[in-house]
């Protein structure tokens, strides 16, 4: 290890942190009623159809459709609002894979915006700049809990008549002047994978207010069914991306605690951003919320700025954090389209031109340049959501780490 790892002392924190998912008796009891009444699918059960509708409800939206992964609730969203084949999707550089998998997944072409520093989530004035004449939709999505600048996204889909698909994959519970994500624009997407704030394992929900987005989601899938005809009739190319019952229990069980849980990292997230914003070398992205704002703290981004830390490298920065206790890591390593499944383009089969020959556009992965993104890429460490789940004792220790580890490297520059 590095001689800036090891900055001496004892470790600022030995306890362990608050664990995640952490399990409630009530959830094993949860789950282990969905499993003794035997009814296991979907169409046996209740507690999928009543997660869908809780869920929906507590993020302001009319209906949910749940299936079996975050990247689906995507695919599935893009294909009811008939996205598809030629058909372009503006989605941010800093993301998850699933973001722009889906809108390949649905045979449209993503095309990569770059974010904004602070916040790390998509750029609404550079969107305006990559809209064509193929262009169908925005993707915007709320990395690490923090809503994306929704107030200009919807304000450039309206004047433009595109659709708007939150990726609400990291963001359950969190609120937007006011009004929770997944409901602001056509379609809403959730990730409830292992991780989430809202786990199950795996799921996905996605949430609408538009009940035809709704029927068309519903049935695709659903092995294309329609509610009310015949169970072996088959309406639209669907898939089996269906919830079980299993999850759908644990995820009711889960879901009476959300509002608590976001509401308490809420309050230390706000509370750590206070105490590190005094620390030089070390910017929280997380800026000041508006009226009616409350981030979901998914995780809490930490931007380096190495010249104010005598140019340590983030490798070395993470590994002294992590000596006094802070689990920590470096997020996305670089931009979602650096991958080699966008430079390389193995997303089509042999010799297929992207989108199959509906596209009349010309993409090319390799080369798109993102600047900000790529920065982000290279200066970024994550800390985790369950690290806000504890006491402000808790929080004072993770303080006090990036206090130490800051001073420590600044005194072996100056030394
Ligand atoms: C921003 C974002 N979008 C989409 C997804 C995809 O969700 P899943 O892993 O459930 O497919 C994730 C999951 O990590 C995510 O973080």
């Given at each position: ?11 600022v924190?030995?306890?362990?942190w608050p ?12 789950v282990?009623d ?12 209740e507690?999928?159809a ?24 995507l ?14 999707v ?44 193929r ?7 709320h990395l ?19 659709l ?79 919830l ?28 750590l ?39 340590v ?13 802070i ?13 080699p ?10 010799g ?29 460490v ?21 206090e130490?580890?800051v ?9």
């Amino acid at each position: 290890m590095s001689k800036l790892a090891l900055l001496g002392g004892e470790p600022v924190r030995t306890k362990p942190w608050p664990a995640w998912p952490d399990v409630r008796e009530e959830d094993v009891a949860a789950v282990q009623d969905a499993v003794r009444s035997g009814k296991w699918g979907q169409q046996e059960g209740e507690h999928v159809a009543a997660f869908e509708q809780e869920f929906a409800a507590c993020h302001g939206a009319e209906f949910g459709v749940a299936v079996n992964s975050g990247t689906t609730a995507l695919q599935i969203a893009l294909e009811a609002l008939k996205v598809g084949p030629g058909d372009e999707v503006i989605v941010p550089a800093y993301t998850f894979q699933g973001t722009a998998a889906s809108v390949l997944l649905a045979n449209a072409v993503p095309v990569f915006a770059d974010v904004e520093p602070d916040t790390m989530n998509i750029d609404p004035e550079l969107v305006a700049g990559l809209i064509t004449d193929r262009t169908r939709a925005i993707m915007p999505v709320h990395l690490a809990g923090l809503p994306a600048a929704m107030d200009r996204v919807l304000e450039i889909a309206q004047a433009r008549e595109l659709l708007v698909i939150e990726d609400a994959a990291q963001a359950h519970g969190a609120v937007w002047r006011g009004r929770k994500v997944g409901a602001l624009g056509d379609a809403g997407c959730f990730s409830f994978q292992a991780s989430k704030n809202l786990p199950c394992g795996e799921g996905g929900l996605i949430a609408t207010n538009d009940e035809e987005v709704w029927a068309r989601a519903s049935g695709l899938r659903n092995c294309g069914r329609v509610d009310g005809r015949p169970f072996y009739e088959h309406h639209l190319l669907g898939y089996n991306f269906r919830l079980t019952e299993m999850q759908g229990a644990l995820l009711r069980s889960r879901l009476a605690h959300l509002e608590a849980e976001t509401d308490l990292r809420y309050r230390n997230g706000r509370w750590l951003t206070e105490q590190l914003q005094r620390l030089p070398g070390v910017t929280p992205l997380d800026p000041q919320p508006e009226e009616g704002d409350r981030r979901a703290y998914h995780l809490y981004p930490i931007r380096l700025e190495p010249a104010e830390l005598g140019q340590v490298t983030r490798e070395q920065f993470m590994a002294a954090l992590a000596a006094e206790g802070i689990p920590c890591m470096a997020g996305y390593g670089r931009p979602l389209y650096r991958n080699p499944v966008f430079e390389e383009g193995n997303f089509r089969p042999q010799g297929c031109p992207i989108s199959c020959g509906f596209y009349e556009g010309a993409v090319d992965y390799g080369e798109i340049s993102c600047p900000v993104a790529e920065d982000l890429c290279e200066r970024v460490v994550w800390l985790f959501h369950n690290l806000l789940l504890g006491s402000e004792q808790d929080i004072a220790d993770v303080v006090r780490a990036v206090e130490k580890v800051v001073t420590k490297h600044q005194e072996l520059v100056a030394a």
